[in-house]
């Protein structure tokens, strides 16, 4: 008998991967069942009908019966399965699996209550908190498709999205709050409802706020009127075939209108297991702090899903780091002896911000490893938090992924081998993902340490299979975009890898800057920035120029104690070119209060390249802070009157 390459090496896993993917992710899948169990054998590994494609077809499951009820069969019924701490509310409420699942299955009776089935899409408008964890878990249980959307998100995000999934029913909740101030969430809602061309047949409100909101008769419910639909339903499981939808996730936004993603029960659970385990080097007995919202392919994954896969405690936190505190996430870790955490860069970015002070108030000894992804964590801000923040007693690593990808793609594999950490680098791809530099016109393969656009050649379990309702727009978006490259998978990221195999990711492909036939990406130059004492955020767009093509026009955020002048702007200018050469051209940069972002953090840098033409600044619904565009307008007119 041959000797199963499938070991705990990187190196021997990877290659496994690449040389038989099939029979990688079937040992993959034959070694979760101990967490992952199938009702039926899956009849055939991997199908792909070119561009979509099936993982383990022909077995079913649930995800849900796989987070809840296999856990409790295995003993762990009485264990927190999930800690819900409100910095908005103060308050805090922890369930355990066993309660975890008398609530999932009566949301899930009650769902059926209202006529929800199989395959019927229903979008869950609600702010981080067991509630609307257990409203995913629900519409999993029953075979539903679930669309959760973001509660900060504005009415055209609302109509955007059911006109994308026409859902049947919505759960909502009536107001929440963010760093204090309410949000609105029944009025944003019923605005979009009002916008869109779909319609929704059943809205089932949560009311948190003081005063009943407006409801609309014949479609609106109070959640005791929608628990009491639950009456005489059964709350069991669906037996689901390994393809069939578990969710369709809108991506955020940052460069275009948000694009339908969608995620089936098998391959999903399969990769965001294994990704936990290789990546991530989860136990059963952690403690997991994830800091996205379940708004996000993040919260999704390692907020919600995941953790229950493993068996794991994890924490979900409504508010914002800062709130009504400055140390609100450090006390979140040291209360509850947090072991692993997930942050975004723009979160660390905030934490350093305030300063180390607030982390200093507290023993945060408990942590064993900090993850950060959702854009590049710049080199200052990961030298912040393992050498400040944490004191090189722990690894903080970057890693890669993207909606489309339901986990990581890019990681150090802390979980097999730590390798050695670069700051700045997504450092290695993980089994399975098979990477390409390629040049974005021809299709060439590139060179270590060539930049181009980042391809990977194979699917992967993890990986959407298409847009909902739209599988032309998948097939032209992802698998057919560059010349030269057809059938390998578009990342759409500006990259480069190193001789040891490190990729390095500089922006989006179609945000690459351009200066004298020099390519530059807009992360290099933000990196680059970040690194003077004085900023705290930056971000950088590309403009015309009649010499060089184009030049840097730069934003930056400062740190406290620091103050805009005409000196410290040509400081940092000359700070940029001591670090990156006189290759770097800018137009100018301007000091602004805040940047825009997307709800989940990441810089709208289009925003950035449209204010400065005068364009059409194309879909906001995504956008934090409508009031960082005239920002940024404001800025752009200075910068012009220089």
Not at 135 to 153: E, K, S, T, W, Y
Request: negative net charge.
């Amino acid at each position: 008998m041959t000797e199963s390459l499938f070991t705990r090496d990187y190196a021997r896993m990877w290659e496994y991967a690449k040389k038989d993917p099939v029979g990688f992710w079937t040992e993959a899948a034959q070694n979760a069942m101990a967490d992952i169990h199938w009702f039926k054998p899956w009849e055939k590994t991997f199908e792909w009908d070119y561009p979509t494609f099936s993982w383990f077809k022909g077995g079913t499951t649930n995800i849900c019966y796989n987070c809840l009820d296999h856990k409790i069969i295995k003993g762990r019924g009485d264990k927190p399965a999930f800690i819900e701490v409100s910095g908005e509310r103060g308050e805090t409420r922890t369930v355990t699996y066993s309660e975890l699942l008398e609530l999932v299955k009566q949301y899930a009776a009650s769902l059926r209550g209202l006529g929800v089935g199989r395959g019927d899409r229903v979008m869950i408008y609600m702010p981080m908190s067991i509630d609307s964890a257990a409203a995913m878990l629900a519409c999993a249980r029953i075979g539903a498709i679930h669309v959760a959307v973001f509660a900060g998100f504005s009415s055209g995000a609302i109509a955007d999205r059911l006109d994308l999934t026409t859902p049947k029913a919505a759960l909502i909740q009536d107001q929440g709050s963010r760093a204090g101030k309410p949000v609105y969430l029944k009025q944003m809602f019923d605005k979009g409802v009002q916008s869109a061309e779909k319609n929704v047949e059943s809205v089932a409100v949560l009311i948190r706020g003081q005063d009943k909101p407006d409801m609309v008769q014949g479609r609106d419910l109070t959640w005791q009127e929608f628990l009491k639909k639950g009456e005489g339903q059964s709350g069991d499981y669906e037996e689901m075939e390994s393809n069939e939808p578990l969710f369709i996730l809108p991506t955020s936004g940052t460069t275009k209108k948000p694009k339908p993603t969608q995620q089936c029960h098998g391959g999903y659970q399969i990769y965001i297991y294994c990704m936990a385990d290789w990546v991530f080097g989860r136990r059963a007995d952690d403690v997991w702090f994830c800091t996205s919202d379940i708004g996000w392919i993040v919260g999704h994954s390692y907020n919600v899903y995941e953790p229950l896969l493993s068996g794991c405690t994890s924490i979900l936190y409504e508010g914002t780091p800062n709130y009504p505190n400055r140390d609100m996430w450090w006390d979140v870790i040291e209360t509850h002896k947090v072991t692993g955490c997930f942050f975004s860069p723009t979160a660390a970015r905030a934490l350093m911000m305030l300063g180390v002070e607030e982390a200093r108030k507290h023993d945060i000894s408990s942590v064993e490893r900090i993850f950060c992804a959702g854009e590049v964590l710049n080199p200052p801000v990961w030298e912040w938090l393992q050498k400040e923040a944490f004191q090189d007693r722990i690894p903080v690593m970057d890693h890669m992924w993207q909606t489309e990808s339901s986990g990581p793609m890019f990681a150090n594999p802390y979980g097999l081998e730590q390798k050695p950490i670069k700051p700045g680098s997504a450092c290695v791809p993980m089994p399975g993902i098979v990477p390409d530099v390629v040049d974005e016109v021809t299709g060439r393969s590139l060179l270590p340490e060539e930049k181009g656009t980042m391809v990977v050649r194979k699917p992967w379990p993890g990986q959407t299979p298409t847009l909902y309702g739209d599988l032309t727009h998948y097939k032209n978006e992802y698998w057919e975009k560059t010349m030269g490259s057809a059938g390998a998978y578009y990342c759409g990221d500006a990259a480069s890898m190193d001789t040891d195999g490190y990729v390095w990711f500089t922006g989006r492909s179609d945000e690459v800057i351009k200066i004298s036939d020099h390519r530059i990406g807009t992360i290099e130059v933000e990196n680059a920035l970040v690194q003077h004492p004085a900023v705290g955020e930056a971000a950088v767009a590309g403009v015309p120029d009649e010499l060089k093509g184009q030049v840097c026009l730069g934003f930056v955020v400062l740190r406290s104690g620091y103050d805009p002048s005409p000196e410290l702007e040509k400081e940092i200018l000359q700070h940029v070119r001591d670090t990156m050469g006189p290759v770097v051209v800018f137009r100018g940069i301007e000091f602004v209060n805040m940047l825009p972002k997307t709800r989940s953090g990441k810089i709208m840098r289009r925003v950035l390249n449209k204010a400065y033409s005068g364009e059409d600044l194309g879909d906001l619904s995504t956008i934090e802070d409508e009031s960082s565009v005239e920002e940024i307008k404001s800025a752009v007119q200075r910068i012009e009157n220089k």
